[in-house]
């Protein structure tokens, strides 16, 4: 008898344990989107203002190179002597990408930057598969890359109507980071790279290359800018989705999965958009509202399909 109830409570435990898990991966996976999705809007915000593409590309690697230098003090006998050498391609990768968006949030809006990004990644995964894996388009794939297609062509038809050109070349920007970061995703399933470790190769390496030039040639940086926007930028860049996300992200793969995560990840475009309303005053025209249900419609679809590569749809 008490054999049983010892069974009993252990299954009990095991499921509250289980429970547990969880809702704290609900909560790392809901923090994860939010600081994605208000990325786009922080980042127009600054560049629109007083701050230039390059102080918060500063800002981001320069913070978070300091938080993950510890990291790699730490990991730095663990890994072996090719990951380091491995890590320079994913700087440059990354590093690119976040110039190109940043960048690109100059010109275009918070909203398109996310759908276009975001939203067309899995996409980028699901045809690299099958052109160069030989994997082939289930159904469900097919319909994912439709319609994601179809939400990119409806937002670029829009830009290229604007009056003003320069939403266009945000656009191109972006989906030119999108391509990037299937580069970078690909590189770090390839090499077999911790996620962690290889976050803090980009960060690192990246400030190694660039704050150098970056101090050199601004002379006083950031004596322009607020102290507010200073403070407001050099939590969100570096901090938050420099170093926050990143850890986020793993945690809530660990406790839900990748589908699942996957799941909640589908919403940065839309969440973004919404966002972008009070933060920047950017009030999506409607062609631009039906693309971004069908690029989220598509996400859904396609990082479903594509499970394996659904946990590395980093920004």
């Keep these: 008898m008490s054999v049983a109830i010892r069974q009993a409570a252990g299954a009990t435990g095991g499921s509250l344990a289980a429970g547990v898990a969880r809702h704290r991966g609900v909560l790392w ?17 600054g560049v629109t203002r007083t701050l230039a593409p390059e102080d918060l590309f500063a800002l981001r690697f320069g913070i978070s190179a300091l938080l993950f230098v510890p990291y790699l003090a730490w990991r730095a006998a663990a890994l072996q002597r090719d990951a380091w050498v491995k890590g320079i391609g994913l700087a440059l990768c990354q590093g690119t990408l976040a110039g190109l968006v940043i960048a690109g949030l100059e010109w275009a809006p918070a909203s398109h930057a996310s759908a276009l990004i975001q ?3 899995p996409a980028w995964l699901l045809i690299a598969g099958a052109v160069f894996l030989g994997r082939r388009f289930r159904r469900r794939s097919a319909w994912g890359v439709t319609l994601i297609a179809a939400g990119v062509t409806a937002l670029v038809a829009s830009s290229s109507t ?8 945000g656009d191109v920007f972006f989906l030119l980071a999108s391509l990037l970061a299937c580069g970078y995703i690909l590189q770090t399933r390839h090499f077999r790279l911790p996620p962690t470790a290889a976050a803090a190769f980009v960060a690192v390496y990246s400030a190694i290359g660039f704050l150098p030039w970056y101090v050199l040639s601004s002379g006083n940086p950031f ?3 607020p102290a507010s926007e200073l403070i407001l930028q050099t939590l969100y860049q570096g901090v938050l989705i420099g170093f926050v996300s990143f850890i986020a992200l793993n945690r809530a793969i660990a406790a839900l999965g990748c589908t699942k995560t996957s799941a909640f990840i589908s919403a940065v475009p839309v969440l973004t958009a919404i ?11 409607l062609v631009d509202c039906a693309a971004l ?7 859904g679809l396609a990082s479903r399909a594509s499970q394996k590569e659904a ?3 980093a920004p």
């Design 223 to 225: 004596a322009h800018a």
């Design 119 to 121: 939203g067309v990644i």
């Design 162 to 169: 604007a009056l003003d050109g320069q939403i266009l070349r």
């Design 29 to 45: 996976a809901a923090l994860t989107v939010v600081i994605w999705a208000a990325y786009p809007a922080v980042t127009r915000l």
């Design 293 to 299: 249900v069908l690029i989220t419609l598509g996400v």
């Design 311 to 313: 946990p590395s749809l």
């Design 275 to 285: 966002i972008a309303i009070p933060v920047l005053g950017e009030q999506p025209p």
